[in-house]
């Protein structure tokens, strides 16, 4: 097996490891785009696990990321990465450790705005490290949920245009991206309060929240309409799904979906696009 499908597999095992919930989806894409959006995920994933990090210090934080963000501007160099993390290599999990391997396998063609909209989450993630977080207005947290989540839209409409020309709604998709950041962030809502943290605009309340990932979602399901692509349409569809799902089970009192439901949701889906 050569270098490059081997570090290919080592990033599904990767991804497996560290989002079920993206690896659910990612199996209905061609080979093509599996590798290409796994890489992709597993980039923004590297970054995510520094701002996220609850012992790195913020002026670590800051400067790792805004570090990496100039980085991935030019060439990426993989010895000075290397050397940017070794302080910090016993903190960092092994998915941001090997962010060059990342790099490395997805195809030369779309790389550029893969590294582009890495970029800028890092750069946006750092501004929000030094802001502590603090989320005061609307206005605050569509740019906190842009830069975590929106890019992650963008970057996928990206790939989808480079691949067969599929094409989506620039705003739509950051739509997209924000819906599933909302309600993640309302599944974790008990749970951030317990550690200080709270991603809520002043003067809002849990009904707010719910109203915000609502309206995220509905146009997440306008995102997904002009989608011709059966795969691609599918890998939009499960989050979705499963996200609309969650909400209607926080509303209900529910923590989580069960696994059983999870996989239902998927099998209907299925069904419905007709995919094996």
């Given at each position: 097996?050569?270098?490059?499908?081997?570090?290919?597999?080592?990033?599904?095992?990767?991804?497996?490891?560290?989002?079920?919930?993206?690896?659910?989806?990612?199996?209905?894409?061609?080979?093509?785009?599996?590798?290409?959006?796994?890489?992709?995920?597993?980039?923004?994933?590297?970054?995510?696990?520094?701002?996220?990090?609850?012992?790195?210090?913020?002026?670590?934080?800051?400067?790792?990321l805004l570090e990496i963000s100039r980085m991935l501007q030019t060439t990426f160099d993989r010895t000075a990465y290397e050397a940017l993390i070794k302080p910090y290599l016993h903190?960092?999990?092994?998915?941001?450790?090997?962010?060059?391997?990342?790099?490395?396998?997805?195809?030369?063609?779309?790389?550029?705005?893969?590294?582009?909209?890495?970029?800028?989450?890092?750069?946006?993630?750092?501004?929000?490290v030094e802001k502590k977080f603090s989320i005061e207005t609307r206005e605050d947290l569509d740019d906190y949920t842009y830069y975590v989540a929106g890019l992650v839209g963008t970057m996928l409409s990206d790939i989808w245009k480079w691949y067969d020309n599929t094409e989506t709604d620039p705003d739509l998709a950051i739509g997209f991206g924000r819906g599933?950041?909302?309600?993640?962030?309302?599944?974790?809502?008990?749970?951030?309060?317990?550690?200080?943290?709270?991603?809520?605009?002043?003067?809002?309340?849990?009904?707010?929240?719910?109203?915000?990932?609502?309206?995220?979602?509905?146009?997440?399901?306008?995102?997904?309409?002009?989608?011709?692509n059966k795969r691609i349409l599918m890998f939009c569809k499960v989050p979705l799904a499963l996200a609309h799902s969650t909400l209607k089970a926080l509303k209900s009192g529910k923590e989580k979906m069960t696994r059983k439901e999870v996989e239902g949701i998927v099998e209907q889906l299925k069904e419905q696009e007709q995919i094996n």
């Open positions: 097996m050569s270098k490059v499908a081997n570090l290919q597999k080592e990033s599904m095992v990767m991804l497996k490891e560290t989002s079920r919930t993206f690896f659910i989806p990612i199996n209905f894409l061609e080979p093509t785009l599996k590798k290409t959006v796994a890489s992709a995920y597993l980039c923004m994933r590297a970054i995510d696990e520094i701002e996220d990090h609850p012992e790195l210090e913020d002026a670590a934080k800051q400067k790792l903190l960092l999990p092994p998915v941001t450790q090997r962010l060059a391997d990342w790099i490395s396998v997805c195809p030369a063609e779309i790389v550029g705005k893969v590294k582009e909209s890495t970029s800028e989450m890092a750069g946006g993630m750092a501004k929000w599933l950041q909302a309600v993640n962030m309302l599944r974790n809502f008990d749970e951030d309060l317990e550690r200080g943290v709270s991603f809520v605009p002043k003067g809002w309340n849990r009904d707010d929240m719910f109203q915000y990932a609502n309206e995220h979602l509905a146009q997440a399901d306008l995102y997904v309409k002009p989608i011709r």
